[in-house]
């Protein structure tokens, strides 16, 4: 029976919709988290009997079956969260489109608007800006050498470093950071710790401050974007979804118990 087919499809369907509901929730605190949605599509369809508009007696439309339901693809949405004010020198938000730069130790590229980093060691000891990771925050200049002495740390909204050190009344100007964006944000790779990876889908990194980027928030950080009253209506239109197709696949075994159990 093609029911028993079509609702275990869609019973498959349903599972991974509720798996992607679940990660957003249990993401609802990470910082800069941006939430996922499944999209789904109908599989073929069977024809059993095709339309005939000819004279006389006309069929004006098929007779088609569907074969159940298939997840295209994990839609990522890009909306802006809440900004939370940390008051920590060292904790930036994008006011904007754009991401951050950072650059791991075999020289690979990542994107992230995660912008909660630290003071950590470079490869000769300098104090250099990092991730939680230990990933070198990009600039113009490429990693961000802090030098030391470091009394004060100060950006502006155009990502340009201010540095004040111990002994100096001059403000030093340091570097400015790289804000970069995408023609296709969608398209972007997630590998975790709330980094992204181009792909040929999302194009290449173009610098962000000369379009929609956005400006840089000294003293805040992005929550996540995801609402947990609206996944929570997710959850449960799944779950019942869930139980729909499971009664169709009980629903076509009765009626195999059935057939099996007519008597001449």
Known sequence: MRALWTAASGMKAQQLNVDTISNNLANVNTVSFKKQRVEFKDLFYETLSRNNMGEGQSRP?????????MPMATLRSFGMGSFEQTNNDLDFAIDGKGFFMVRDANDNMFYTRDGSFKLGMGEGGETMLVTADGYFVQSDGGDIDLGE???????????????????????????????????????LEAVGKNMYIESAASGEAMEAFEGD????????????????????????????????????????????????????
């Open 61 to 69: 439309v098929n007779l088609e079956i569907g074969h159940g339901v």
């Open 149 to 187: 002495g470091i009394q004060e740390i100060s950006v502006n909204e155009n990502g340009m470093m201010f540095i004040k050190r111990d002994g100096e009344e001059e403000v030093e100007e340091l570097a400015q950071l790289t804000l970069v964006r995408f023609a296709n944000t969608a398209g």
């Open 213 to 264: 980027g956005g400006k840089v928030m000294q003293g805040f950080l992005e929550s996540s974007n995801v609402q947990v009253v609206e996944e929570m209506v997710k959850l449960i239109t799944a779950q019942r979804a869930y139980e729909i197709n499971s009664k169709s696949i009980q629903t076509a075994d009765q009626m195999l118990e059935q057939a099996n159990n007519l008597k001449r």
